[in-house]
């Protein structure tokens, strides 16, 4: 109830995941008598699809501490609980991204052997794409808990991306084992010692360049690097139209390159990556992009599905007790 673009976007989302999906059930959680209005007149009468009503909403200025402890009866709140009580297999939200970790982490509880959660996300690479976590759920962590990241991440893009054992990296100042701080070397050292494919250190300028297919690092840094990159992006657009229209034969060049630039506007598609997933939770939750519009959330209900098919919070159980075995 509370994305940017309001409620319609994600009925229509739902509409195309139930037409994609043969086998999905969804539960559309919100103001009971706006969701039916929604409903019947995109999704018409398609048994596959409930509503279940909440009589609040959280909205993107409320303190997570504060919804978490007022606002019981949110759609966020009664979403999660539906994990909770085994209705849903998982729980996709556009909403507040500090209320929906405070919540879910609550109500879901941690799964054994991890202390905090993170954020992963699936962003654009060079031969593919690269998940990157934590993007903001802890802005200090320790060295165990960023060996925790790469072990939630490995099973993540294991699943996601359909890859055996995929390369971690540790996001650093430098390549070097002396470069860093001492909780990213300790980290460094665990993921040395472990059964992880860990392939060192990576820097900033290296997170796209397709040398490692999970990148950890803090919540403050990586959340400080996706602001970064999302701004960069922006200003390259903003140069290439600049570029593009400030003449007459500026114009003319660029009606030749439109399908060029078509193409490069499709494979940078930002909502192709909506969805990230809030790891360590005994529970699946997938937070999409508060200004997602339908084709994005839509994306972000696939990820979902992709980790219900493979039991995500199960796999990353089982590595844990692996690796402390």
Do not use: W
């Amino acid at each position: 109830m509370s994305g940017d673009l309001g409620a319609e976007s994600v009925v229509r989302a739902a509409a195309a995941s139930l037409d994609k999906h043969a086998d999905l059930e969804l539960i559309v959680v919100g103001d009971a008598a706006a969701l039916t209005d929604l409903t019947t007149r995109i999704v018409g009468n398609e048994a596959r699809l409930s509503i279940r009503p909440a009589s609040e909403i959280v909205v993107m200025t409320d303190e997570p501490a504060e919804a978490l402890r007022k606002k019981k009866d949110s759609s966020m709140r009664v979403a999660i609980n539906a994990v909770k009580e085994g209705a849903a297999h998982a729980c996709v939200s556009a909403g507040n991204t500090g209320a929906l970790m405070a919540t879910a982490k609550f109500v879901l509880k941690m799964l054994p052997g991890i202390s905090r959660p993170a954020i992963i996300a699936e962003l654009p690479a060079i031969g593919g794409s690269v998940h990157m976590l934590d993007l903001g759920a802890n802005t200090v962590s320790t060295a165990e808990q960023l060996f925790q990241f790469a072990v939630m991440g490995s099973i993540v893009t294991e699943d996601i991306r359909e890859l055996e054992r995929p390369r971690v990296a540790l996001l650093n100042i430098g390549v070097e084992d002396t470069k860093g701080h001492d909780t990213v070397r300790d980290a460094a050292a665990m993921l040395n010692a472990s059964g992880l494919n860990y392939v060192g250190y990576i820097e900033g300028n290296e997170i796209f360049s397709g040398k490692a297919d999970v990148v950890v690092t803090d919540g403050f840094t990586g959340n400080v690097a996706l602001k970064t990159m999302e701004g960069t992006v922006g200003l390259a657009a903003h140069f290439l139209r600049r570029a593009f229209t400030r003449d007459i034969f500026a114009r003319f060049q660029a009606l030749l390159a439109r399908p060029v630039l078509r193409n490069l506007s499709v494979s940078m598609d930002s909502r192709k990556y909506n969805g990230a997933s809030l790891v360590g939770l005994n529970g699946i939750v997938i937070k999409s992009h508060g200004s997602a519009d339908s084709f994005a959330f839509q994306h972000a209900i696939d990820t979902a599905l992709v980790e219900i098919k493979n039991q995500v919070p199960l796999q990353i159980g089982n590595l844990l007790e692996r690796e402390a075995a």
